[in-house]
Protein backbone atom coordinates (compact mmCIF):
# COMPACT_ATOMS: atom_id res chain seq x y z
CA UNK A 1 0.00 0.00 0.00
CA UNK A 2 1.28 3.35 -1.05
CA UNK A 3 0.95 6.16 1.33
CA UNK A 4 0.37 9.55 0.00
CA UNK A 5 1.11 13.20 2.08
CA UNK A 6 -1.33 15.83 2.19
CA UNK A 7 0.68 17.98 0.00
CA UNK A 8 0.82 15.29 -2.44
CA UNK A 9 -2.70 14.69 -2.52
CA UNK A 10 -3.57 18.25 -3.26
CA UNK A 11 -1.24 18.44 -5.95
CA UNK A 12 -2.80 15.88 -7.52
CA UNK A 13 -5.92 17.18 -6.98
CA UNK A 14 -5.30 20.36 -8.42
CA UNK A 15 -3.21 18.18 -11.13
CA UNK A 16 -6.45 16.77 -11.97
CA UNK A 17 -8.82 19.61 -11.92
CA UNK A 18 -6.18 21.46 -14.83
CA UNK A 19 -5.89 18.47 -16.57
CA UNK A 20 -8.73 15.98 -16.51
CA UNK A 21 -11.52 17.87 -15.79
CA UNK A 22 -13.00 18.01 -19.38
CA UNK A 23 -15.60 16.23 -19.24
CA UNK A 24 -18.50 18.41 -19.61
CA UNK A 25 -20.21 16.79 -16.22
CA UNK A 26 -16.64 17.46 -14.79
CA UNK A 27 -16.49 21.15 -15.37
CA UNK A 28 -20.05 21.91 -15.04
CA UNK A 29 -19.75 19.96 -11.23
CA UNK A 30 -16.93 21.83 -10.78
CA UNK A 31 -18.68 25.43 -11.58
CA UNK A 32 -21.35 24.47 -9.20
CA UNK A 33 -19.19 24.09 -6.44
CA UNK A 34 -16.61 26.83 -6.82
CA UNK A 35 -17.47 29.76 -9.23
CA UNK A 36 -19.44 32.32 -8.06
CA UNK A 37 -21.09 34.04 -11.07
CA UNK A 38 -21.91 37.82 -11.87
CA UNK A 39 -25.94 37.99 -11.11
CA UNK A 40 -25.35 34.16 -9.69
CA UNK A 41 -29.38 32.68 -8.18
CA UNK A 42 -29.49 29.18 -6.66
CA UNK A 43 -32.85 29.12 -8.78
CA UNK A 44 -30.75 28.29 -11.84
CA UNK A 45 -28.66 25.03 -11.06
CA UNK A 46 -28.28 24.69 -14.86
CA UNK A 47 -24.70 25.98 -16.28
CA UNK A 48 -23.45 26.69 -19.80
CA UNK A 49 -20.10 26.56 -19.92
CA UNK A 50 -18.80 27.94 -23.48
CA UNK A 51 -15.36 26.75 -24.62
CA UNK A 52 -14.41 27.95 -28.19
CA UNK A 53 -16.00 30.36 -30.64
CA UNK A 54 -15.32 31.31 -34.58
CA UNK A 55 -17.36 34.22 -35.78
CA UNK A 56 -20.59 34.57 -34.30
CA UNK A 57 -20.98 30.97 -33.66
CA UNK A 58 -19.91 29.17 -29.77
CA UNK A 59 -19.70 25.57 -28.74
CA UNK A 60 -20.42 24.57 -25.18
CA UNK A 61 -18.49 21.87 -23.20
CA UNK A 62 -20.69 19.62 -24.84
CA UNK A 63 -19.58 19.97 -28.09
CA UNK A 64 -22.85 21.43 -29.18
CA UNK A 65 -22.86 24.68 -31.44
CA UNK A 66 -24.86 27.85 -30.48
CA UNK A 67 -25.62 30.82 -32.69
CA UNK A 68 -24.06 33.93 -30.49
CA UNK A 69 -26.62 36.40 -30.91
CA UNK A 70 -25.65 38.55 -27.88
CA UNK A 71 -22.11 39.53 -28.53
CA UNK A 72 -20.54 36.71 -26.26
CA UNK A 73 -23.60 36.85 -23.58
CA UNK A 74 -22.07 40.33 -22.81
CA UNK A 75 -22.52 42.96 -25.80
CA UNK A 76 -18.97 42.47 -26.81
CA UNK A 77 -17.44 40.27 -29.78
CA UNK A 78 -17.74 42.96 -32.19
CA UNK A 79 -15.14 41.42 -34.78
CA UNK A 80 -16.08 37.86 -33.74
CA UNK A 81 -15.06 34.72 -32.05
CA UNK A 82 -11.83 33.21 -32.77
CA UNK A 83 -10.11 36.21 -34.58
CA UNK A 84 -6.11 34.91 -35.74
CA UNK A 85 -5.47 38.86 -36.00
CA UNK A 86 -6.18 39.52 -32.12
CA UNK A 87 -5.03 36.04 -30.66
CA UNK A 88 -1.33 37.30 -32.83
CA UNK A 89 -1.55 41.58 -31.63
CA UNK A 90 -2.00 39.58 -28.05
CA UNK A 91 0.78 37.58 -28.36
CA UNK A 92 3.38 39.75 -29.92
CA UNK A 93 2.87 41.90 -27.22
CA UNK A 94 2.74 39.66 -24.57
CA UNK A 95 6.23 38.63 -25.73
CA UNK A 96 7.55 41.92 -26.41
CA UNK A 97 6.25 43.53 -23.09
CA UNK A 98 3.10 41.65 -21.05
CA UNK A 99 2.93 44.83 -18.34
CA UNK A 100 4.39 47.79 -17.28
CA UNK A 101 2.66 50.77 -15.21
CA UNK A 102 1.31 54.06 -16.28
CA UNK A 103 1.76 55.51 -13.17
CA UNK A 104 3.56 59.12 -12.73
CA UNK A 105 5.59 59.40 -15.48
CA UNK A 106 5.58 55.95 -16.77
CA UNK A 107 3.73 54.57 -19.87
CA UNK A 108 4.27 52.21 -22.99
CA UNK A 109 3.73 52.24 -26.59
CA UNK A 110 0.80 50.92 -26.83
CA UNK A 111 -1.61 52.66 -24.48
CA UNK A 112 -0.10 56.00 -25.61
CA UNK A 113 -1.08 55.03 -29.74
CA UNK A 114 -4.28 54.16 -28.48
CA UNK A 115 -5.04 57.30 -26.78
CA UNK A 116 -3.95 59.15 -29.50
CA UNK A 117 -6.26 56.75 -31.71
CA UNK A 118 -9.03 57.21 -29.73
CA UNK A 119 -8.53 61.36 -29.95
CA UNK A 120 -8.69 60.74 -33.35
CA UNK A 121 -12.32 59.09 -33.49
CA UNK A 122 -13.65 60.81 -30.91
CA UNK A 123 -16.29 63.51 -31.53
CA UNK A 124 -14.01 67.11 -31.39
CA UNK A 125 -12.54 68.53 -28.29
CA UNK A 126 -12.54 65.01 -26.35
CA UNK A 127 -8.70 64.22 -26.57
CA UNK A 128 -7.56 63.13 -23.46
CA UNK A 129 -7.56 59.61 -22.24
CA UNK A 130 -7.75 57.64 -19.53
CA UNK A 131 -7.59 53.66 -18.97
CA UNK A 132 -9.93 51.46 -16.92
CA UNK A 133 -9.86 47.88 -16.56
CA UNK A 134 -13.75 48.17 -16.76
CA UNK A 135 -17.25 50.03 -17.35
CA UNK A 136 -17.24 50.08 -13.99
CA UNK A 137 -13.88 51.66 -13.47
CA UNK A 138 -14.78 54.34 -16.34
CA UNK A 139 -17.70 55.51 -14.72
CA UNK A 140 -16.21 55.94 -10.71
CA UNK A 141 -13.89 57.96 -12.91
CA UNK A 142 -15.87 59.69 -14.36
CA UNK A 143 -17.70 60.64 -11.63
CA UNK A 144 -14.35 61.83 -9.46
CA UNK A 145 -12.93 63.44 -12.33
CA UNK A 146 -16.99 65.83 -12.66
CA UNK A 147 -16.47 66.21 -8.81
CA UNK A 148 -12.64 67.19 -8.36
CA UNK A 149 -13.30 69.54 -11.66
CA UNK A 150 -16.07 71.42 -9.72
CA UNK A 151 -13.90 71.32 -6.30
CA UNK A 152 -10.67 73.19 -8.21
CA UNK A 153 -12.22 75.50 -9.74
CA UNK A 154 -13.50 76.87 -6.27
CA UNK A 155 -17.24 75.08 -6.57
CA UNK A 156 -16.89 72.42 -3.74
CA UNK A 157 -20.66 72.34 -3.13
CA UNK A 158 -20.46 70.92 -6.80
CA UNK A 159 -20.87 66.94 -5.20
CA UNK A 160 -24.60 65.35 -6.34
CA UNK A 161 -24.93 62.84 -9.61
CA UNK A 162 -28.04 62.43 -11.51
CA UNK A 163 -28.79 58.96 -12.88
CA UNK A 164 -31.68 57.81 -14.43
CA UNK A 165 -34.07 54.60 -13.37
CA UNK A 166 -33.40 51.79 -15.74
CA UNK A 167 -29.54 52.91 -16.35
CA UNK A 168 -27.18 50.95 -15.62
CA UNK A 169 -23.37 51.60 -15.01
CA UNK A 170 -21.61 48.87 -13.15
CA UNK A 171 -21.36 47.37 -9.90
CA UNK A 172 -18.42 49.26 -8.58
CA UNK A 173 -20.10 51.29 -5.43
CA UNK A 174 -19.63 54.62 -7.18
CA UNK A 175 -21.21 53.55 -10.36
CA UNK A 176 -23.64 50.94 -8.99
CA UNK A 177 -24.95 53.76 -6.59
CA UNK A 178 -26.27 55.87 -9.72
CA UNK A 179 -27.60 52.90 -11.61
CA UNK A 180 -31.13 52.71 -11.34
CA UNK A 181 -31.69 48.96 -10.79
CA UNK A 182 -33.02 48.56 -7.14
CA UNK A 183 -31.61 45.61 -6.55
CA UNK A 184 -28.51 46.72 -6.95
CA UNK A 185 -28.71 48.96 -3.89
CA UNK A 186 -30.49 46.13 -1.72
CA UNK A 187 -28.95 44.95 1.65
CA UNK A 188 -25.60 46.87 0.34
CA UNK A 189 -25.85 50.46 2.02
CA UNK A 190 -24.99 52.40 2.82
CA UNK A 191 -24.13 53.61 -0.87
CA UNK A 192 -22.31 56.70 -2.57
CA UNK A 193 -24.25 59.90 -1.26
CA UNK A 194 -25.71 62.31 -3.31
CA UNK A 195 -26.93 60.51 -5.94
CA UNK A 196 -30.61 61.40 -7.21
CA UNK A 197 -31.79 59.30 -10.29
CA UNK A 198 -34.50 61.12 -12.96
CA UNK A 199 -37.10 59.14 -14.73
CA UNK A 200 -35.97 57.49 -17.86
CA UNK A 201 -36.80 58.65 -21.50
CA UNK A 202 -38.96 55.50 -22.50
CA UNK A 203 -41.08 56.65 -25.48
CA UNK A 204 -42.92 53.32 -25.42
CA UNK A 205 -44.38 54.02 -22.11
CA UNK A 206 -46.34 57.10 -22.21
CA UNK A 207 -47.49 56.81 -18.62
CA UNK A 208 -44.55 57.44 -17.05
CA UNK A 209 -45.19 61.08 -18.21
CA UNK A 210 -48.55 61.71 -16.98
CA UNK A 211 -49.95 62.60 -20.09
CA UNK A 212 -47.10 65.09 -21.66
CA UNK A 213 -45.21 65.10 -24.19
CA UNK A 214 -42.33 62.81 -22.69
CA UNK A 215 -39.27 65.28 -23.38
CA UNK A 216 -41.69 67.68 -21.86
CA UNK A 217 -42.25 65.97 -19.16
CA UNK A 218 -37.78 65.07 -18.55
CA UNK A 219 -36.97 68.72 -18.63
CA UNK A 220 -39.13 69.84 -16.05
CA UNK A 221 -38.09 66.55 -14.05
CA UNK A 222 -34.99 68.14 -14.47
CA UNK A 223 -34.98 71.82 -13.53
CA UNK A 224 -37.73 70.95 -11.22
CA UNK A 225 -34.65 68.58 -9.50
CA UNK A 226 -32.11 71.39 -10.26
CA UNK A 227 -33.98 73.80 -8.20
CA UNK A 228 -34.57 71.21 -5.54
CA UNK A 229 -30.86 70.33 -5.40
CA UNK A 230 -29.50 73.83 -5.95
CA UNK A 231 -27.51 73.96 -9.09
CA UNK A 232 -24.10 75.01 -7.50
CA UNK A 233 -24.61 71.82 -5.74
CA UNK A 234 -24.51 69.50 -8.57
CA UNK A 235 -21.43 68.09 -10.12
CA UNK A 236 -23.00 66.10 -13.09
CA UNK A 237 -25.02 64.19 -14.95
CA UNK A 238 -24.47 60.67 -16.03
CA UNK A 239 -26.62 58.73 -19.13
CA UNK A 240 -26.34 55.91 -21.31
CA UNK A 241 -27.27 57.58 -25.10
CA UNK A 242 -29.47 54.42 -25.41
CA UNK A 243 -30.41 52.03 -22.55
CA UNK A 244 -28.90 48.73 -22.37
CA UNK A 245 -29.51 46.93 -19.58
CA UNK A 246 -32.47 48.99 -19.15
CA UNK A 247 -34.00 46.91 -22.44
CA UNK A 248 -32.96 48.95 -25.50
CA UNK A 249 -34.46 52.04 -25.11
CA UNK A 250 -33.65 55.02 -27.63
CA UNK A 251 -35.17 58.14 -26.42
CA UNK A 252 -36.70 60.84 -28.43
CA UNK A 253 -34.83 63.23 -30.62
CA UNK A 254 -34.99 66.12 -28.69
CA UNK A 255 -34.59 64.74 -25.45
CA UNK A 256 -31.05 64.65 -24.99
CA UNK A 257 -30.28 68.39 -26.95
CA UNK A 258 -32.91 69.79 -24.46
CA UNK A 259 -31.32 67.55 -21.84
CA UNK A 260 -27.56 68.95 -22.30
CA UNK A 261 -29.04 72.96 -22.86
CA UNK A 262 -30.39 72.42 -19.10
CA UNK A 263 -27.24 70.98 -17.73
CA UNK A 264 -25.59 73.89 -19.94
CA UNK A 265 -27.16 76.61 -18.28
CA UNK A 266 -26.60 75.39 -14.54
CA UNK A 267 -22.57 74.30 -15.24
CA UNK A 268 -23.58 70.57 -14.68
CA UNK A 269 -21.32 68.19 -16.95
CA UNK A 270 -22.78 65.38 -18.83
CA UNK A 271 -21.21 61.91 -18.86
CA UNK A 272 -22.13 59.21 -21.49
CA UNK A 273 -21.60 56.15 -20.57
CA UNK A 274 -20.71 54.32 -24.05
CA UNK A 275 -19.80 51.28 -22.48
CA UNK A 276 -22.06 49.46 -25.06
CA UNK A 277 -22.80 51.84 -27.54
CA UNK A 278 -19.15 53.11 -28.54
CA UNK A 279 -16.96 51.19 -31.10
CA UNK A 280 -20.48 50.43 -33.77
CA UNK A 281 -23.08 48.79 -31.82
CA UNK A 282 -25.68 50.93 -32.68
CA UNK A 283 -23.58 51.98 -36.11
CA UNK A 284 -21.03 54.63 -34.88
CA UNK A 285 -17.83 55.10 -33.47
CA UNK A 286 -19.58 57.26 -30.73
CA UNK A 287 -23.47 57.11 -30.39
CA UNK A 288 -23.62 60.30 -28.37
CA UNK A 289 -22.18 62.27 -31.27
CA UNK A 290 -25.25 61.54 -33.30
CA UNK A 291 -28.14 62.37 -30.15
CA UNK A 292 -26.96 65.44 -29.31
CA UNK A 293 -25.74 65.02 -26.04
CA UNK A 294 -21.98 66.79 -26.95
CA UNK A 295 -20.79 65.10 -23.58
CA UNK A 296 -17.99 66.39 -21.45
CA UNK A 297 -16.84 63.05 -20.57
CA UNK A 298 -17.42 59.57 -22.82
CA UNK A 299 -16.67 56.43 -20.83
CA UNK A 300 -16.33 53.19 -22.80
CA UNK A 301 -15.18 50.05 -22.66
CA UNK A 302 -16.85 46.59 -23.98
CA UNK A 303 -16.35 46.82 -27.85
CA UNK A 304 -12.80 48.64 -27.39
CA UNK A 305 -11.29 45.19 -27.10
CA UNK A 306 -13.96 43.01 -28.63
CA UNK A 307 -14.06 41.43 -25.33
CA UNK A 308 -10.72 40.26 -26.45
CA UNK A 309 -8.77 41.44 -23.22
CA UNK A 310 -10.15 43.39 -20.43
CA UNK A 311 -9.84 47.34 -21.14
CA UNK A 312 -11.96 50.38 -20.51
CA UNK A 313 -11.38 54.14 -21.57
CA UNK A 314 -12.55 57.42 -20.13
CA UNK A 315 -12.58 60.20 -22.84
CA UNK A 316 -12.29 63.58 -21.32
CA UNK A 317 -12.56 66.71 -22.91
CA UNK A 318 -9.79 69.39 -22.77
CA UNK A 319 -11.58 71.45 -20.23
CA UNK A 320 -12.19 68.66 -17.72
CA UNK A 321 -8.37 67.03 -18.54
CA UNK A 322 -6.79 70.79 -18.05
CA UNK A 323 -8.44 70.99 -14.54
CA UNK A 324 -8.50 67.55 -13.39
CA UNK A 325 -4.70 66.36 -14.66
CA UNK A 326 -2.81 69.26 -16.42
CA UNK A 327 -2.17 70.72 -13.10
CA UNK A 328 1.10 70.87 -9.99
CA UNK A 329 -1.96 68.91 -8.11
CA UNK A 330 -2.07 65.10 -8.70
CA UNK A 331 -5.07 63.60 -10.10
CA UNK A 332 -4.56 60.77 -7.28
CA UNK A 333 -6.40 58.40 -9.13
CA UNK A 334 -5.22 54.74 -10.19
CA UNK A 335 -5.24 51.33 -11.23
CA UNK A 336 -2.56 48.80 -11.40
CA UNK A 337 -3.40 48.28 -15.25
CA UNK A 338 -4.69 51.42 -16.56
CA UNK A 339 -3.19 51.30 -20.02
CA UNK A 340 -2.19 47.75 -19.85
CA UNK A 341 0.18 46.76 -22.86
CA UNK A 342 -1.49 43.81 -24.03
CA UNK A 343 -4.56 45.00 -23.37
CA UNK A 344 -4.05 47.98 -25.85
CA UNK A 345 -2.47 46.01 -28.05
CA UNK A 346 -5.35 43.70 -28.85
CA UNK A 347 -7.66 47.02 -28.68
CA UNK A 348 -5.64 48.55 -31.73
CA UNK A 349 -5.31 46.11 -33.40
CA UNK A 350 -9.73 45.82 -33.00
CA UNK A 351 -10.05 49.19 -34.18
CA UNK A 352 -8.10 48.51 -37.40
CA UNK A 353 -10.75 45.18 -37.98
CA UNK A 354 -13.52 47.49 -37.29
CA UNK A 355 -12.65 49.98 -39.84
CA UNK A 356 -10.39 47.40 -42.40
CA UNK A 357 -14.27 45.71 -42.39
CA UNK A 358 -15.99 48.36 -42.45
CA UNK A 359 -18.28 47.16 -39.37
CA UNK A 360 -19.70 50.07 -38.37
CA UNK A 361 -21.50 50.49 -40.98
CA UNK A 362 -22.32 47.02 -41.25
CA UNK A 363 -24.02 47.49 -37.72
CA UNK A 364 -26.58 49.50 -39.33
CA UNK A 365 -27.15 47.15 -41.67
CA UNK A 366 -27.90 44.12 -39.59
CA UNK A 367 -30.04 46.01 -37.74
CA UNK A 368 -32.41 46.53 -41.01
CA UNK A 369 -32.16 42.82 -41.21
CA UNK A 370 -33.58 42.72 -37.60
CA UNK A 371 -36.15 44.83 -38.78
CA UNK A 372 -37.33 42.99 -41.54
CA UNK A 373 -36.85 39.45 -39.68
CA UNK A 374 -39.04 40.78 -36.89
CA UNK A 375 -41.90 42.37 -38.55
CA UNK A 376 -44.04 39.49 -37.45
CA UNK A 377 -42.78 39.57 -34.58
CA UNK A 378 -43.50 42.91 -33.50
CA UNK A 379 -47.29 42.30 -34.22
CA UNK A 380 -47.74 38.97 -31.97
CA UNK A 381 -50.01 39.61 -28.34
CA UNK A 382 -46.95 38.66 -26.45
CA UNK A 383 -44.96 41.47 -28.23
CA UNK A 384 -45.03 45.05 -26.70
CA UNK A 385 -42.40 46.88 -28.57
CA UNK A 386 -39.40 45.68 -31.09
CA UNK A 387 -36.90 48.28 -31.01
CA UNK A 388 -33.96 48.09 -33.35
CA UNK A 389 -30.87 50.61 -32.71
CA UNK A 390 -28.13 48.97 -35.35
CA UNK A 391 -27.25 46.02 -33.48
CA UNK A 392 -28.69 46.20 -31.04
CA UNK A 393 -32.37 45.35 -30.39
CA UNK A 394 -35.12 44.88 -27.59
CA UNK A 395 -38.16 43.10 -27.82
CA UNK A 396 -40.54 43.69 -24.53
CA UNK A 397 -43.16 41.55 -23.67
CA UNK A 398 -46.38 42.43 -22.21
CA UNK A 399 -48.77 40.93 -20.84
CA UNK A 400 -51.71 43.59 -21.98
CA UNK A 401 -50.70 45.24 -25.51
CA UNK A 402 -53.78 47.49 -24.74
CA UNK A 403 -51.99 48.33 -21.31
CA UNK A 404 -48.78 48.04 -22.07
CA UNK A 405 -48.50 46.37 -18.87
CA UNK A 406 -45.53 44.72 -19.04
CA UNK A 407 -44.65 40.92 -18.91
CA UNK A 408 -43.18 39.05 -16.14
CA UNK A 409 -39.54 38.58 -16.67
CA UNK A 410 -40.02 34.37 -15.93
CA UNK A 411 -41.82 34.75 -19.26
CA UNK A 412 -38.45 36.14 -21.01
CA UNK A 413 -36.57 33.51 -19.11
CA UNK A 414 -38.83 30.61 -20.41
CA UNK A 415 -38.68 32.22 -24.16
CA UNK A 416 -35.01 32.24 -24.13
CA UNK A 417 -34.53 29.10 -22.17
CA UNK A 418 -36.37 27.73 -25.00
CA UNK A 419 -34.52 29.43 -27.75
CA UNK A 420 -30.89 28.30 -26.25
CA UNK A 421 -32.50 24.47 -26.04
CA UNK A 422 -35.02 24.44 -28.74
CA UNK A 423 -33.30 26.63 -31.31
CA UNK A 424 -29.61 26.78 -29.87
CA UNK A 425 -30.18 30.44 -30.05
CA UNK A 426 -28.30 32.52 -27.47
CA UNK A 427 -30.13 35.53 -26.33
CA UNK A 428 -30.65 37.62 -23.02
CA UNK A 429 -33.31 39.16 -21.25
CA UNK A 430 -33.21 42.19 -19.02
CA UNK A 431 -36.57 42.13 -17.05
CA UNK A 432 -39.46 41.72 -19.20
CA UNK A 433 -36.76 42.54 -22.45
CA UNK A 434 -35.38 40.36 -24.73
CA UNK A 435 -32.18 41.37 -26.06
CA UNK A 436 -29.75 40.98 -28.74
CA UNK A 437 -26.38 42.61 -29.49
CA UNK A 438 -24.97 40.09 -32.04
CA UNK A 439 -21.47 40.00 -33.76
CA UNK A 440 -20.97 42.95 -36.12
CA UNK A 441 -19.90 39.59 -38.62
CA UNK A 442 -22.96 37.83 -38.16
CA UNK A 443 -24.33 37.12 -41.89
CA UNK A 444 -28.23 37.99 -42.94
CA UNK A 445 -28.79 34.30 -43.16
CA UNK A 446 -27.69 33.82 -39.13
CA UNK A 447 -30.07 37.03 -38.47
CA UNK A 448 -33.21 35.45 -40.29
CA UNK A 449 -32.52 32.18 -38.34
CA UNK A 450 -32.53 34.10 -35.42
CA UNK A 451 -35.52 36.23 -36.04
CA UNK A 452 -37.50 33.51 -37.27
CA UNK A 453 -36.57 31.73 -34.18
CA UNK A 454 -38.01 34.34 -31.44
CA UNK A 455 -40.66 34.67 -33.45
CA UNK A 456 -41.59 31.11 -33.40
CA UNK A 457 -41.20 31.25 -29.62
CA UNK A 458 -42.89 34.01 -28.92
CA UNK A 459 -45.83 33.23 -31.09
CA UNK A 460 -46.16 30.62 -29.09
CA UNK A 461 -45.59 31.95 -25.63
CA UNK A 462 -49.36 33.42 -24.50
CA UNK A 463 -49.78 36.87 -22.77
CA UNK A 464 -50.38 34.95 -19.74
CA UNK A 465 -46.49 34.10 -20.07
CA UNK A 466 -46.55 30.72 -20.62
N1 LIG B 1 -22.15 50.89 -18.38
C1 LIG B 1 -22.96 50.20 -19.17
C2 LIG B 1 -23.89 50.92 -20.08
C3 LIG B 1 -22.93 48.80 -19.15
O1 LIG B 1 -23.78 48.09 -19.92
C4 LIG B 1 -22.02 48.15 -18.30
C5 LIG B 1 -21.96 46.68 -18.26
O2 LIG B 1 -22.72 45.98 -18.86
C6 LIG B 1 -21.20 48.93 -17.48
C7 LIG B 1 -21.28 50.29 -17.56
C8 LIG B 1 -20.26 48.29 -16.53
O3 LIG B 1 -19.18 47.74 -17.23
P1 LIG B 1 -18.31 46.57 -16.58
O4 LIG B 1 -19.21 45.39 -16.41
O5 LIG B 1 -17.21 46.36 -17.58
O6 LIG B 1 -17.79 47.08 -15.28
Given at each position: ?????????????????????????????????????????????????????????????????????????????????????????????????????????????????????????APAGLNR????????????????AA??F???????????????????????????????????????????????????????????????????????????????????????????????????????????????????????LLI??????????????????????DPDII????????????????LLSDRIAGVV??????????????????????????????????????????????????????????????????????????????????????????????????????????????????????????????????????????????
Amino acid sequence: MTTTTTQERTMTTSAVRETTATTAGDIEELDRRHLIHPHQTRMRADRRVIVRGKGSTVWDAHGRARLDVTGAGNWVAQVGHGREELAEAAAEQIRELAYFTCFYEFSNDKAVQLAARLADLAPAGLNRVYFTGSGSEGNDTAIKAARLFHHRNGETGRTWILGRQFGYHGASYGSGTVTGFDLMHQGVGPNLPHVERLSPAWPYHQEFYQGQDPTDFLVAELEQTIERIGAGNIAAMIGEPVLGGGGVVAPPEDYWPRIRQVLRAHGILLIADEVITAYGRTGAWFDSAGRGMDPDIIVTAKGLTSGYAPLGAVLLSDRIAGVVADTDDFFFHGHTYSGHPSSCAVALRNLRLLEDENLIARSRQIGEWFRAGLAKAAELPAVGEVRVEGAMVGIELVADRATRQPQSPMAAVAACDELYDRHDLILRHYGPTIVMAPPLVITEEEVARAADGVTEVLQRLGTDGV
